[in-house]
T-cell receptor, first 114, second 114 residues
Framework: GAVVSQHPSRVICKSGTSVKIECRSL??????MFWYRQFPKKSLMLMATSNEGSKATYEQGVEKDKFLINHASLTLSTLTVTSAHPEDSSFYIC??????????FGQGTRLTVV | GENVEQHPSTLSVQEGDSAVIKCTYSDSASNYFPWYKQELGKGPQLIIDIRSNVGEKKDQRIAVTLNKTAKHFSLHITETQPEDSAVYFCAARRRGGGADGLTFGKGTHLIIQP
């Protein structure tokens, strides 16, 4: 299958700081990428849809000023958690679509805010 | 919006036996149904998918069936092996003009007993 690379895999940051997570499609161009959040033993919750060259579309209840998304190229989308707080601690996962249906996921990023 | 129900939440089977995980969806416009396997601390991996114009698809020990009338689809794993132990997620995506995010089931923790 196609390869989607997500970095970092783990990050620990202090409360009030910002953290940037990168999602790259390594062997295909992805006009659309998605960002999910996953709590322990729970399913994936879609946070936002990232479209190359335009503003991201956020799901209801997701703060756009808190979770900044930039999709600057066809192979890279970034999620920045701004002014992180302990409740932002979670597993964040990106996915990229190779075509209109098939989605491939990154390895995920474990964020811990202390 | 779409709602995906997945059962059971936990499934324990003896090595060599078959495992079946079932999902139902609510949106009749959904036309793509992937299954993902997620190991601890990693992103979901696509293992098999089916589109709404097909009733069954098989890939070695894994098969997926789709009943569009009843709006349910199932994952079948035969001759289970210890490495099949993981959390499995079903998902559904509706037909649309672009690449919409997937709606996931809540996951099934599959345990293969040696």
């Amino acid at each position: 299958g196609a390869v989607v690379s997500q970095h970092p895999s783990r990050v620990i940051c202090k409360s009030g700081t910002s953290v940037k997570i990168e999602c790259r499609s390594l062997d295909f161009q992805a006009t659309t990428m998605f960002w999910y959040r996953q709590f322990p033993k729970k399913s994936l919750m879609l946070m936002a849809t990232s479209n190359e060259g335009s503003k991201a579309t956020y799901e209801q209840g997701v703060e756009k000023d808190k979770f900044l998304i930039n999709h600057a190229s066809l192979t890279l989308s970034t999620l920045t958690v701004t002014s992180a707080h302990p409740e932002d601690s979670s597993f964040y996962i990106c996915s990229a679509h190779r075509d209109i249906t098939e989605a491939f996921f990154g390895q995920g990023t474990r964020l811990t805010v202390v | 919006g779409e709602n995906v129900e997945q059962h059971p939440s936990t499934l324990s089977v003896q090595e060599g036996d078959s495992a079946v995980i079932k999902c139902t969806y609510s949106d009749s416009a959904s036309n793509y149904f992937p299954w993902y396997k997620q190991e601890l601390g990693k992103g979901p991996q696509l293992i098999i998918d089916i589109r709404s114009n097909v009733g069954e698809k098989k890939d070695q020990r894994i098969a997926v069936t789709l009943n569009k009338t009843a709006k349910h689809f199932s994952l079948h794993i035969t001759e289970t092996q210890p490495e099949d132990s993981a959390v499995y997620f079903c998902a559904a995506r509706r037909r649309g003009g672009g690449a919409d995010g997937l709606t996931f089931g809540k996951g099934t923790h599959l345990i293969i007993q040696p």
